[in-house]
């Protein structure tokens, strides 16, 4: 059974830090694209951030570029999304997927 499980969020001041996880199971973590993707209250999804596990190579959405951070251990099958400088618009539920399948995700509320 594929499973992703999201954890990490919380309520965090605007300029702080949150690091998300995301473990999975079930099925090849490192022959997958994984991403990082968001939704915000009362919007639609929103591509954060993507990582090849093979090889490491990263792509952000400009709206994150310089403040958040993708990477995996592929070891542990985890991915995971450090978030810094964080700003009251990146509030919203985090996912993590493939594409394929998707977490439940979890819950960042930036707010002071």
């Known amino acids: 059974e594929v499973q992703l499980v999201e954890s990490g969020g919380g309520l965090v001041q605007p300029g702080g830090s949150l690091r998300l996880s995301c473990a999975a199971s079930?099925?090849?973590?490192?022959?997958?694209?994984m991403r990082w993707v968001r939704q915000a209250p009362g919007k639609g999804l929103e591509w954060v951030s993507s990582?090849?596990?093979?090889?490491?190579?990263?792509m952000y959405a400009d709206s994150v570029k310089g403040r958040f951070t993708i990477s995996t251990d592929n070891a542990k099958n985890t991915l995971y999304l450090q978030m810094n400088s964080l700003k009251p618009e990146d509030t919203a539920v985090y996912y993590c997927?493939?594409?394929?399948?998707w977490g439940k995700g979890t819950l960042v509320t930036v707010s002071s």
């Open positions: 990582i090849i596990s093979g090889d490491g190579s990263t």
């Open positions: 079930g099925f090849t973590f490192s022959s997958y694209v």
């Open positions: 997927t493939n594409y394929l399948w």
